[in-house]
């Protein structure tokens, strides 16, 4: 069974340009949640969807949005970028309300 | 407002020896708790769980700790092994909410 994956990697993007991330969940899974792993933050939530709604949403500015395609497969967007955007941004997948979250392996946005 | 804490950055045990790690919280809300392992360059990956009903929950090597009262909980790992050696994160949660991460305690178990 493929686990969820995360494209692209790694991702280096200038300050005040938008960066779109992608996550495809493991099959069957309907919830998708977005974290950022800033250095010493820890993982801060960001973006809740299931059923190819919005849930619920971290503490973050709106220029963080994003959104669920029929599949389940999910994509974060980030405009107008600023240099401590850089972190590891992991996307996870669960069957609704369960609480065993499987992450993907995480895209690194580094902007310079 | 950090509603999962882990103090300890870092912590160093040998191998064999047992490992400890803590974790508090301040949502008297939460009613559900985990713990999830990171390897560099991967995602968390789910470790053990523990309701609020309980106050003990064991898997194998891994044993959580649940004190109610006191709002921590703590990882047990016994014995420590080399490949234990990772990043570990504390979770909580409160009814259909997202997971609530600790910042992380880095692992090393010393062969």
């Known amino acids: 069974e493929a686990g969820v994956t995360q494209s692209p990697t790694h991702l280096i993007k200038t300050r005040g340009q938008q960066a779109t991330l992608r996550c495809s969940p493991i099959s069957g899974h309907t919830s998708v949640y977005w974290y950022q792993q800033a250095l010493g933050l820890g993982l801060q939530f960001l973006l809740w969807y299931d059923e190819g709604e919005e849930r619920n949403r971290g503490n973050f500015p709106p220029r963080f949005s994003g959104r669920q395609f029929p599949n389940y497969s999910s994509e974060l967007n980030v405009n107008a970028l600023e240099l401590e955007d850089s972190a590891l941004y992991l996307c996870?997948?669960?069957?609704?309300?369960?609480?065993?979250?499987?992450f993907g392996s995480g895209t690194r946005l580094t902007v310079v | 407002d950090q509603q999962v804490k882990q103090n300890s950055p870092s912590l160093s045990v040998q191998e064999g020896r047992i490992s400890i790690l803590n974790c508090d919280y301040t949502?008297?809300?939460?009613?559900?708790f985990l713990w999830y392992k990171k390897y560099p360059a991967e995602g968390p990956t789910f470790l053990i769980s523990i309701s609020s009903i309980k106050d003990k929950n064991e898997d194998g090597r891994f044993t959580v700790f649940l004190n109610k009262s006191a709002k921590h909980l703590s990882l047990h790992i016994v014995p420590s092994q080399p490949g234990d050696s990772a990043v570990y994160f504390c979770a909580a949660s409160s009814g259909n909410t997202p997971l609530v991460f600790g910042k992380g305690t880095r692992l090393s178990v010393i062969a």
């Open positions: 949502n008297s809300m939460f009613d559900y």
């Open positions: 996870a997948s669960s069957l609704t309300e369960y609480y065993g979250y499987t």
